[in-house]
């Protein structure tokens, strides 16, 4: 098929280049020339602007839009509503709110432009190993476009799937994502645990190693944790502090508008919070009411 490629970051470029290799024409841009140019170099079609782009696309047009989620997505969206056509499809692959993807269908729809959201899984591994994908939206235009999800999938199995109406598919990959803060966490905590069991001077590498090989809890997070402590055992380079991208806190916006309790990636969103905070003042807090009701002993500041 031949489609149109926005956005060629790290996931974008890489998307590119998988269907790329699969015999696909792409139609690329960027506003980052040098990453259009480096795709190009590999087989693409350059463009130097959205309406660029569209202009070599014959209809029924496909354009996947591989951009950060919010105001970004949000401006290339509109302005690719403008462009396109009554058949066309326009397919959101990022990380968008599933709320926010439900409005562009809508808006899409108005102009007879089919909107798909795709769930994006796989990261900076997936130009080799493949990603799994979770699409939402209408049915016939999944299925039009299916020989594109099926490149970008895994190749030893159909790792794309049609979950439902628009909205759902970065729904579905939301709470992915929620559940992967939970699973991120569970591991940090056990690992810390390990670690501070200093009598027994456990090797946190050859654990990780050992856990990889059959046991109940092995994944791809044990085998990036097992890779990290190989390159480095104590992990003394890195700070603690953890970011979000949005995800974790939408999956638990979801579970109070839904009253489902999901307590785990709760914490673990807090735990993030938590991480970067130099000296927060709940601790204080915590250590003058000790010192209050019970006259505990206390730390003071820069001791």
């Not at 946190?204 to 055992?233: F, Q, T």
């Amino acid at each position: 098929m031949k489609l149109g490629m926005v956005g060629l970051g790290r996931m974008g470029g890489n998307m590119t280049e998988r269907l790329l290799d699969d015999g696909h024409e792409l139609v690329v841009f960027d506003l980052d020339s040098a990453a259009v140019g480096l795709l190009a170099e590999k087989g693409a079609s350059p463009a130097g602007s959205l309406a660029e782009l569209v202009e070599q696309l014959e209809s029924p047009r496909t354009v996947w839009v591989m951009v950060p989620s919010g105001d970004i997505t949000e401006t290339t969206v509109n302005e690719l509503v403008v462009l396109l056509d009554a058949g066309d499809t326009l397919i959101d692959g990022g990380n968008s709110n599933y709320k926010e993807s439900q409005r562009r269908a809508g808006h899409a729809g108005e102009s007879g432009i089919d909107f798909l959201d795709s769930g994006t899984s796989g990261g900076v591994w997936g130009l080799a190993n493949g990603y799994c994908l979770t699409v939402g939206g209408n049915r016939g235009a999944y299925d039009r476009n299916r020989p594109i999800f099926k490149s970008l999938a895994p190749a030893e199995s159909d790792g794309n799937l049609y979950v439902g109406p628009s909205g759902s598919g970065h729904y579905t990959k939301m709470i992915h994502n929620g559940v992967e803060y939970g699973m991120m966490q569970a591991f940090a905590e056990g690992f810390e645990l390990l670690a501070a069991k200093t009598d027994f001077e456990l090797d946190l590498g050859a654990i990780a190693e050992n856990w990889r090989r059959g046991s109940v809890i092995r994944s791809w997070l044990l085998d990036l944790i097992a890779d990290e402590l190989e390159r480095e055992p104590t992990l003394d380079s890195l700070s603690s502090y953890v970011d979000d991208s949005g995800e974790g806190r939408w999956t638990v916006d979801a579970s109070i508008e839904l009253a489902v309790p999901a307590p785990v990636i709760t914490a673990a969103l807090q735990m993030r919070f938590r991480s970067r905070q130099d000296d927060p003042l709940g601790g204080k807090m915590l250590a003058a009411m000790r010192r209050g009701f019970g006259g505990h002993a206390v730390k003071k500041s820069g001791d």
